[in-house]
């Protein structure tokens, strides 16, 4: 079954997709490769300015984003886009490997790190799985980001915190289970073979968990699980 195929079987359309890079023919050929596998490209970009205007007006599900933007940085653009939409995702596509860009971006509220490097289908399937809110990162790079998610957990605490300091204050028993599972670094596939349970059952939890606490992404939601000590019961 191809990803619009099983999409369409659970309800929704083919995943929205915009794709940002200041270079024409790999921009195209990125979203000439998406389009051609069934996502539906509704904008691309050639630099930061533009990027941004166009995210607001097309309102994408996953943002393919370099970082080497002309006009404005692509961690400026992640920051700006994922304030105006929180649903929206980032995935960013970068030629850089370097530890400090993966962080920055990260940081910046990106959910998924992959290399230039990367083949046709592993980009196709890292758009998929950002899409279902899973974080996807170049192997090697996971480590380094849950470890940027513990020193995050190390420094004062946000409004995200409650007063009493309570673990998961207003979740149900498998709320608390899946945020214990995320912080642990699991993605949504995993936590659903673990708790034998459906992946969107996991999609529907986070969720919910996200609006409780009043959270805005998967990175806001780790760190406040970590804070907390959940990724180490």
Known sequence: MTDTAAEREAGRGPVRVMV????????????????????????????????????KATAPDVLVLDLNLPGKPGVRVCKEVVAANPALRVLVLSASGEHADVLEAVKSGATGYLLKSASTEELQEAVRRTAAGDPVFTPGLAG??????????????????????????????????????????????????????SHRTVQNHVQNTLGKLQLHNRVELVRYAIERGLDEE
């Open 144 to 197: 380094l980001v849950l470890g940027e998610y513990r020193r995050l957990a190390s420094e004062p605490a946000g409004p995200a915190q409650d007063d009493d300091g309570s673990k998961a204050p207003r979740l149900t028993e498998r709320e608390t289970e899946v945020l214990r599972l995320v912080a642990k670094g699991l993605s949504y596939k995993q936590i659903a073979e673990r708790l034998v349970i």
């Open 20 to 55: 940002v890079d200041d270079h024409p023919m790999w921009r195209d050929a990125v979203a000439r490769d998406l389009s051609e596998s069934g996502f539906e490209v509704v904008a691309t970009a050639g630099d930061g300015d533009q990027a941004v205007r166009r995210a």
